[in-house]
């Protein structure tokens, strides 16, 4: 496979999704991305933004294994990893996966449930592994998580703690769709059939677990210049220069930026990276991973915006 086959892939990905989801071009692109990048991805947004329907088309195009948890209060850890049970019958434990061991997992409302619970997902997302009584248990490699919650002013949700977060490859903003995409989305799901029923739209899988290795091997091969590299790394540190920020972008930060650039260059089919590859994922890498300082929420300033301007302060390459 080459970064061409990459690119015909990825848009074989989007024509499905598109078949059920209006809009919302920008957060299956960055999901495609993060796929390709080996990450997660965690979508942000008020309810009734398709997130959870976009994620749900988005494995069925893929075509591969799809597990889902709707995270409450009230969720325990073996609820997502499993455990091992008692079978008094034969008198021996049996070991009972949890939804967690999928290709995709959908994590919807992450934010419901207390950072106890949030803290099982940390192994997997990290290691692709989870361990309980003693046993670590190995999941897919191509294990990706895409997170959903509702935005922090909403009542009943619980902050994800930092480390939790700076697993995440992009945190992403879903927006309201402009007045064009609501009219299409009235017309498209207002009618008689069920719309969460995602079977009635014929999405079909594009990929398996073999072609997605292969996809990944390529983006690993895509090139990395030391110019580049540099400019990663002036980036990440600006963050944690900044007066605005009171905590910076981690080390890792910088290595899973350098690997979703070198997704999007695949998905352009591109062989090599460039300087706007970096630029335009910048925000959607960078955002969860900096805090602002006091100064900064006294102004009410953005954290985006002082992210984007850190990228138009730091110097290309040409």
């Keep these: 496979m080459n970064v061409d086959d990459v690119k015909a892939l990825a848009t074989a990905i989007r024509e499905e999704v598109a078949k059920a989801i209006t809009g919302q071009r920008d957060t299956v692109d960055l999901m495609l991305t993060a796929l390709f990048a080996g990450g997660h991805i965690l979508l942000e947004g008020p309810p009734g933004t398709a997130k959870t329907m976009t994620a749900r088309c988005f494995a069925q195009a893929l075509g591969v294994a799809y597990g889902r948890?709707?995270?409450?209060?009230?969720?325990?850890?073996?609820?997502?990893?499993?455990?091992?049970?008692?079978?008094?019958?034969?008198?021996?434990?049996?070991?009972?996966?949890?939804?967690?061991?999928?290709?995709?997992?959908?994590?919807?409302?992450?934010?419901?449930t207390p950072p106890k619970t949030q803290a099982a997902l940390l192994e997997a997302m990290q290691e692709h592994a989870v361990t309980f009584d003693g046993t670590t248990h190995a999941l897919s490699q191509?294990?990706?998580?895409?997170?959903?919650?509702?935005?922090?002013?909403?009542?009943?949700?619980?902050?994800?703690?930092?480390?939790?977060?700076?697993?995440?490859?992009?945190?992403?903003?879903?927006?309201?769709?402009?007045?064009?995409?609501?009219?299409?989305?009235?017309?498209?799901?207002?009618?008689?059939?069920?719309?969460?029923?995602?079977?009635?739209?014929?999405?079909?899988?594009?990929?398996?677990?073999?072609?997605?290795?292969?996809?990944?091997?390529?983006?690993g091969d895509v090139t990395l210049v030391d110019d580049v590299v540099g400019y990663i790394a002036a980036l990440v540190r600006r963050t944690r220069e900044s007066p605005?920020?009171?905590?910076?972008?981690?080390?890792?930060?910088?290595?899973?930026?350098?690997?979703?650039?070198?997704?999007?260059?695949?998905?352009?089919?591109?062989a090599y990276v460039i300087p706007d590859d970096v630029k335009a994922l910048a925000v959607p890498a960078l955002r969860h991973r900096v805090i602002l300082s006091p100064a900064a929420q006294i102004d009410g300033r953005l954290v985006e915006q002082i992210v984007s301007d850190l990228v138009d302060q730091t110097e290309a390459p040409r």
């Design 142 to 219: 191509n294990f990706m998580v895409v997170a959903t919650q509702n935005p922090i002013e909403h009542q009943g949700v619980y902050p994800l703690p930092e480390a939790q977060l700076d697993r995440f490859l992009f945190k992403h903003r879903v927006s309201y769709p402009d007045l064009k995409e609501e009219r299409a989305i009235i017309v498209h799901h207002g009618g008689g059939t069920a719309s969460h029923d995602i079977a009635q739209y014929g999405i079909k899988a594009q990929t398996d677990r073999k072609t997605l290795e292969a996809a990944l091997a390529t983006v």
């Design 244 to 270: 605005d920020l009171e905590v910076g972008a981690s080390p890792r930060a910088g290595a899973m930026l350098a690997r979703a650039a070198r997704a999007r260059a695949a998905l352009d089919g591109r």
């Design 69 to 112: 948890i709707q995270f409450t209060p009230d969720l325990m850890p073996g609820d997502i990893v499993g455990s091992n049970i008692y079978n008094f019958q034969s008198g021996q434990f049996t070991l009972t996966r949890g939804p967690i061991f999928c290709d995709l997992l959908l994590a919807d409302e992450i934010n419901r």
